[in-house]
């Protein structure tokens, strides 16, 4: 079967997948590079652990927030600009970062270098722009299967560096990484969005048009379910780890890999098969072999049979399952309206990292002392089960419609 070829629009060079693979991988860099160093910059600045952290927190929301309007701004002004724009202010707030004379100042500036969000959103944007539904599912899965190493490697690269140079050593490294990725963007990317001539209001005014559609919703929440599941992992399983199994925060950060290398694997599914398969079958496909494995991991631990190994060998099911399905979820939360690629993208964006920042916080309060692994495996399969329900509602309204 021929495909219809890739569009690209007025532009001098057509981005290649390595640029798109690393705008995306530097925003996730940026978010966990320096967490191995928390403790130490407390310390610099004087601080507490306890308000130090907030650097996470700080930055998740505003990222969040920021996936909102980013979208918008990139179908009014071009994808180009608006990323060329953002890495810019990203470097001076980096370099503010570094500068920083007081954790105040350093909050702010760390706050500010959630700009880069932009390179996130904007890569899945950009193959939207550029191909049809199932192959945008097979080059996104490339792209987030590239991706997916970073938080395999971002802290192991972070406390390397802080041991050898101190915490300014990562921040550093992001400046020098920031501004390879920008002179890759200024000679690789052109522009891939079909500009309109409105207003921000006006492009905020279609909102109603992307949260009136059930196909909309049905893909954001079976991305905001499953992705939702590892984020109350995130949460929960440091704590799980370390109280319920007396591992060491070695051995908990080694296990951690094993969900990565997961995911990595089901996004080399998703680019290789997407198109062939159908965006919707690997949708259901990744969510009900999330949802296989922490059941079983939920009849073992039932049994008295749960321990570290089945705990965290399981949860390779739920990397690989979240890679087959989050490539195809997103793309088809762009596909309902094409020329509202970016405002879709930011929506979907700020809706799953929300959610799943809030199934993390579920995760922490659920996990008092003395708790088992039990409630946070509950909460990830219930989370999984959701994230079916979503998939099967599109594809009983697509079947309806084709009817």
Known sequence: MQHAPARFLDRTTPPKIVTLILLAGLSALTMNIFLPSLPGMAAYFGVSYGLMQQSVALYLALSAALQIVIGPISDRFGRRKVLIGSLILFLIAT??????????????????????????????????????????????????????????????????????????????????????????????????????????????????????????????MSAGFASGCFFAYLGGAPYVGDKVFGLSSTEVGALFALTAIGYAAGNFLAGRYSVRVGMNRMILAGTLVTTGGLAVLTLLTLAGLSGPVVFFGLTVFMGLGNGICLPSANAGMLSVRPELAGTASGLGGAIMIGGGAALAA?????????????????????????????????IRRARHIGA
Do not use: C, H
């Not at 350093?106 to 959630?114: K, P, S, V, Y």
């Not at 920031?178 to 409105?198: C, N, Q, S």
């Not at 905020?204 to 949260?211: A, D, K, M």
């Not at 008092?368 to 409630?375: H, Y």
């Open 362 to 394: 579920v995760a922490g309060v659920l996990l008092g002392p003395g708790a088992t692994e039990m409630p946070l495996i509950l909460l990830m399969l219930a989370s999984s089960v959701a994230s079916v329900i979503s998939i099967l509602l599109v």
């Open 95 to 220: 370099v503010g970062t570094l500068l920083a004379p007081n954790a105040t100042v350093f909050l702010i500036f760390r706050m500010a270098q959630a700009v880069i969000a932009s390179g996130m959103v904007l890569s899945r944007a950009i193959v939207r722009d550029m191909v049809a539904d199932a192959q945008a599912a097979s080059m996104i899965g490339y792209v987030t299967m590239g991706m997916s190493l970073v938080p395999m490697i971002g802290p192991v690269i972070g406390g390397v560096l802080d041991d050898l140079y101190g915490w300014q050593a990562n921040f550093a490294l992001l400046l020098v990484l920031g501004v390879g990725v920008l002179a890759l963007v200024w000679t690789d990317l052109g522009e891939t969005a079909t500009l309109r001539k409105v207003s921000l209001m006006d492009q905020i005014r279609t909102y109603p048009g992307l949260f009136g559609s059930r196909r909309f919703w049905g893909y954001t």
